[in-house]
């Protein structure tokens, strides 16, 4: 069973000032890393007159992650780094992050680069709002016309959703349902049925 983790729930961003540089923040959810790169050129089309669009991402969470981060520009390490570790410590999965820096004519040095991405990212995040993501499965499963009802209240009842009903002989049902509540809900469909019918997982 996935783990289940907090995403972000809305797009925040968040401004920072720096020695005349602004250093815009701006996160949001991305489910895979073609999201987090759409994201990301989202950014840079609103923005297409920054001087730097630095950025990280983190697609799923624990074990199972897929990461990526861009000093775009900047001194290698600066930039890109610095943001990925503040989204990793965030303690969030399927995230992207996007810091755009406008240049205001004085230099920051290494350090103060580092210190201001980090602290841009660092300020974007504590505004951002963020849900419990919900590990769920597909079942699926045959079952005759006079059952049909009473399937369709015990599916209700556990919570899940039918994505998708086909009638023919019989009615095929496939239904998305959260992994906690599979088990329960088999065992109530195998009980409806006196054992004729068997939920099968999906993919």
């Given at each position: 069973m996935t783990e289940e983790y907090r995403v972000?729930?809305?797009?925040?961003?968040?401004?920072?000032?720096?020695?005349?540089?602004?250093?815009?923040?701006?996160?949001g959810r991305a489910d895979c890393v073609e999201d987090a790169?759409?994201?990301?050129q989202t950014v840079r089309s609103e923005?297409?007159?920054?001087?730097?669009?630095?950025y990280a991402f983190r697609v799923g969470y624990g074990s199972s992650v897929v990461e990526g981060m861009s000093?775009?520009?900047?001194?290698?390490?600066?930039?890109?780094?610095?943001?990925?570790a503040v989204v990793r410590g965030a303690d969030i999965g399927d995230i992207v992050l996007v810091v755009t820096r406008y240049f205001?004519?004085?230099?920051?040095?290494?350090?103060?680069?580092?210190?201001?991405y980090s602290e841009t990212a660092r300020i974007t995040l504590s505004y951002l709002q963020t849900v419990p993501k919900v590990s769920k499965c597909l079942l699926s499963f045959d079952l005759p016309y006079?059952?049909?009802?009473?399937?369709v209240r015990l599916v209700s009842a556990h919570d899940a959703a039918i994505i998708e009903e086909r009638f023919t002989e019989q009615i095929s049902?496939?239904?998305?349902?959260?992994?906690?509540?599979?088990?329960?809900?088999?065992?109530a469909i195998v009980e409806l049925s006196s054992g004729s019918v068997r939920p099968i997982r999906l993919g």
């Open positions: 972000p729930a809305t797009t925040a961003r968040e401004t920072l000032v720096v020695a005349k540089s602004r250093f815009i923040g701006t996160a790169r759409a994201f990301i923005m297409p007159d920054a001087s730097h669009h630095v000093d775009d520009g900047e001194p290698a390490g600066t930039a890109g780094p610095p943001v990925l205001g004519g004085t230099k920051l040095g290494t350090g103060g680069l580092v210190r201001a006079s059952l049909y009802e009473r399937a049902l496939c239904i998305e349902v959260r992994e906690t509540d599979v088990e329960a809900l088999t065992a």
